[in-house]
């Protein structure tokens, strides 16, 4: 079978000892196969109660504590992990799933449709058709539009092209860099405030920004400090994502007065 990016991965029978290198597909595999996982990474945050050999982070994963631990699939993603230790396990001859860096929320369920249903064989899971149901709707009108910082010094926001920015969309926020020619566009604070946008929407990872830090840099723009997992984790946490950030995204009254 072939991963997302084509990719051959060779499995002998479904996957037993698995490492997940991305905190959001940890999520999903301790939901659906929660037995086979045998390592993830410090930043797997999510379940809570994920008791595993930890291999380092997502971006420079330590290949010899991953091979330590035999898996016989490794799970990794485009954007989150780096070609060279993809390259270097399966050099290894360790079979690794590289899952597509998803544009929209659509895309990301059916990337993981393709990994449970075959690199698994698992039947679709309950939350996955929930999740379908609540984010594959119409797009609502636009309500507002915002600047999504992702980091400080330096600043970095959501861009083109990005999960984040289409799980707003289908809110009703704009993401006002939306257009912009990279995915994830560094301007200076001077040109952030510059922007013509009602919202600016903070998240707590990757950067953990608080309402001590962040709102600050954008007076007399409303700032909406919300939960990054929510905002950018493509999994089970999706089904109580978007109650959680329409809420917290809902204009006040006195926006609308």
């Keep these: 079978m072939k991963d997302d990016l ?19 597909l940890t999520e999903v595999l301790a939901a659906d196969t929660r ?8 930043y797997c945050t999510h379940p809570a109660d994920l008791d595993l050999p930890r291999i380092g982070g997502s971006k420079y994963p330590k290949v010899s504590e ?28 360790v079979p690794v799933w590289v ?20 690199a698994f064989d698992l039947a679709e899971p309950e939350w996955l058709r929930e ?26 926001v959501v861009g083109r092209d990005t999960f984040a920015g289409d799980v707003l969309r289908r809110l009703g926020v704009a993401n006002a860099y939306a257009e912009h020619e990279e995915r994830y ?4 604070l001077d040109e952030l ?32 400090l919300v939960n990054g997992r929510f905002l950018t984790w493509y999994g089970p946490s999706l089904v109580a994502a978007h109650a959680e950030l329409a809420a917290a995204l809902s204009p006040r ?5």
């Design 131 to 156: 999740a379908e149901r609540l984010w594959n709707r119409e797009l609502p009108p636009v309500t507002a539009t915002a600047v999504v910082p992702v980091w400080r010094k330096p600043w970095i």
């Design 99 to 118: 899952t597509e860096a998803p544009a929209t929320v659509p895309a990301a369920l059916a990337s993981i449709r393709r990994l449970l249903g075959e």
């Design 253 to 257: 009254p006195t926006d609308q007065a």
């Design 35 to 42: 037995d086979a996982l045998v390592g993830v990474t410090d």
């Design 193 to 224: 405030q510059a922007v013509d946008a009602d919202l600016v929407v903070l998240p707590d990872e990757p950067y953990e920004f608080t309402a001590d830090d962040g709102p600050e840099a954008f007076p007399g723009t409303r700032s909406v």
């Design 66 to 93: 991953v091979l330590a631990v035999s898996p016989d699939l490794v799970v990794a993603n485009s954007e989150e992990n780096r070609p060279e230790e993809v390259a270097a396990l399966r050099e290894a001859g």
């Design 6 to 24: 084509g990719a051959l991965v060779e499995l002998r029978e479904r996957p037993r000892r698995v490492v997940s290198l991305v905190p959001s």
């Design 185 to 188: 566009p560094r301007p200076k």
